[in-house]
């Protein structure tokens, strides 16, 4: 196996805490109260109840991520994809703002790469803030490019609106 190349503007390299052990399951309805508590707490601009039912009803997979060890079984994080004839599209990656910073989020994202490489996806193709460093940090870390920008995509304060970066890992052979 060959190392992937360093992205540009990836963090140099530091030693590498481990990745925290993960449950995995599709979301249902009765997870919605939990996921909306954190897409509340985390974005200014938070998808609403409605988005989160739409992608069940469409039949996107929804996934919620607890803790593997432990007996509380709250809900750590949560994503949504969309997937397109030969890609998978990350539509929202979020965890709980208290449990930032400790690799939820990279194993949940690397969680999701292997779950659309064993069904068959040649990539994955994502939307980001480009204020949102924490969010590009973490991608350009996973080996996600920018390969160009949505003007306008976002919400911003006071009426305005906020370009996307668009961002793609090819998958390989890993």
Request: charged share 25%; hydrophobic share 45%.
């Amino acid at each position: 196996m060959s190392a992937l190349p360093k992205p540009p503007g990836a963090a140099p390299d530091a030693p590498v805490a481990p990745r925290p052990a993960l449950r995995v399951r599709s979301m249902r309805a009765d997870d919605l109260d939990a996921v909306m508590a954190i897409e509340s707490a985390v974005y200014p601009f938070p998808w609403t109840r409605g988005n989160f039912a739409d992608s069940l009803k469409a039949g996107y997979d929804a996934w919620v991520f607890k803790a593997a060890e432990g007996a509380s079984g709250e809900l750590l994080g949560y994503a949504v994809v969309m997937w397109i004839p030969d890609e998978v599209h990350l539509l929202n990656l979020s965890v709980d703002g208290a449990m930032h910073g400790r690799g939820i989020g990279r194993a949940m994202l690397d969680w999701l790469m292997r779950d659309g490489r064993r069904r068959g996806a040649r990539g994955m193709m994502l939307e980001v803030r480009p204020s949102n460093h924490a969010a590009i940090a973490l991608y350009r870390n996973a080996g996600f490019a920018q390969i160009g920008v949505r003007r306008r995509y976002y919400p911003a304060p006071h009426g305005a609106r906020e370009d996307a970066w668009v961002m793609f890992r090819e998958f390989d052979d890993e």
